[in-house]
Nanobody, 120 residues
Framework: QVRLVESGGGLVQVGGSLTLSCRASARPFESYAMGWFRQAPGKEREIVSAISYSGSSTYFADSVKGRFTISRDNDKNMVSLQMNSLKPEETAVYYC?????????????WGQGTQVTVSS
C-alpha cells in the first residue's frame, strides 16, 4: 500500500500562485509515475499533470500548459505542482496520484486531496 499526503492548498486570488506538494510512502518511489488530478464541484475528476518515473517526461492538460509546472524529487519521495496565473474555474480539490495514470479508473493510489480556492 502506498500512502500519499498532499499539502499546499489554500485560498489565492485570481492570477496568484500556489505550490502543491505530495509526499509518498512508496518504496521505491521512482518506480511510480506520479500525477495531479482535480475535481471541481459538480464536475468529474480530471487529470492536470503527470510526470514519469525519472522525471524526464511530463504531461499537462491543455488548460494549464504554460502556467503549471510539475517536478519530482525521488530522494525525498515528493512530487510538486507549481501553479501560476490561477483562474476562478480552477477552484477544486486537487489529488495526488501514483501508478497507472492512463485513466482515472486505472490509478493505483490516491491522496486525500487538498482544496484550492481561487477568488475573484
Amino acid at each position: 500500500q502506498v500512502r500519499l499526503v498532499e499539502s499546499g492548498g489554500g485560498l489565492v486570488q485570481v492570477g496568484g500562485s500556489l505550490t502543491l506538494s505530495c509526499r509518498a510512502s512508496a518504496r521505491p518511489f521512482e518506480s511510480y509515475a506520479m500525477g495531479w488530478f482535480r475535481q471541481a464541484p459538480g464536475k468529474e475528476r480530471e487529470i492536470v499533470s503527470a510526470i514519469s518515473y525519472s522525471g524526464s517526461s511530463t504531461y499537462f492538460a491543455d488548460s494549464v500548459k504554460g502556467r503549471f509546472t510539475i517536478s519530482r524529487d525521488n530522494d525525498k519521495n515528493m512530487v510538486s505542482l507549481q501553479m501560476n496565473s490561477l483562474k476562478p474555474e480552477e477552484t477544486a480539490v486537487y489529488y495526488c496520484a501514483a501508478g497507472d495514470l492512463s485513466a482515472i479508473e486505472n490509478v493505483d493510489f490516491w491522496g486525500q486531496g487538498t482544496q484550492v480556492t481561487v477568488s475573484s
